[in-house]
């Protein structure tokens, strides 16, 4: 499949919503509902995403380079061995999101939810994944998930 644009990505998603293995790099797509779409092997490399809905999509082994996702509604999408590198997830959704062995490097959390914290597993060093993740855990008590202004000092 070759690189498409906005409208045929509407088209698409209007229809069976495939777009495995798409070209989607560079494009805006924000407030677009891709909820249950197959987006595969797709490269979204650079794309905007913001605030569009993507609940239950197959984003397993997508490239998400330097993607923006900011407040996008990623429950329970399928993100196993996605590359969301330099990505920004500024407040999005994703609860219930299989992150299996995704990669997060100087990804962008701040106000994002991920629970159950436990699901985030990565090929990383435990010391490069809590890294990764420093802006959720100040912002999740990763035990109990419980969010709050009060936290106990280190």
């Not at 698409?12 to 779409?37: E, I, K, P, Q, V």
């Not at 595969?40 to 239950?56: E, W």
């Not at 923006?68 to 509604?73: A, F």
Request: hydrophobic share 40%; charged share 25%; proline share 2%.
């Amino acid at each position: 499949m070759g690189e498409l644009s906005r409208r045929d990505v509407i088209l698409c998603l209007n229809g069976h919503g495939n777009l495995s293995g798409a070209d989607l790099s560079n494009l805006d797509l924000s407030f677009l509902d891709f909820s249950g779409a197959n987006l595969r092997r797709a490269n979204l490399i650079g794309a905007t995403l913001n605030q569009a809905k993507m609940v239950g999509s197959d984003l397993s082994e997508a490239l998400l380079w330097w993607a923006e996702l900011i407040d996008t509604d990623l429950r329970e999408a399928n993100l196993v061995r996605a590359n969301l590198d330099h990505a920004c997830l500024t407040g999005a959704d994703l609860t219930d999101a299989n992150l299996t062995d995704a990669l997060f490097r100087d990804v962008n959390l701040d106000g994002a939810r991920i629970t159950p914290l436990w699901k985030v597993i990565t090929r990383q060093s435990p010391d490069k994944a809590c890294q990764a993740f420093r802006p959720e855990l100040r912002e999740v008590d990763a035990q109990s998930g419980d969010t709050g202004d009060e936290r106990s000092a280190a």
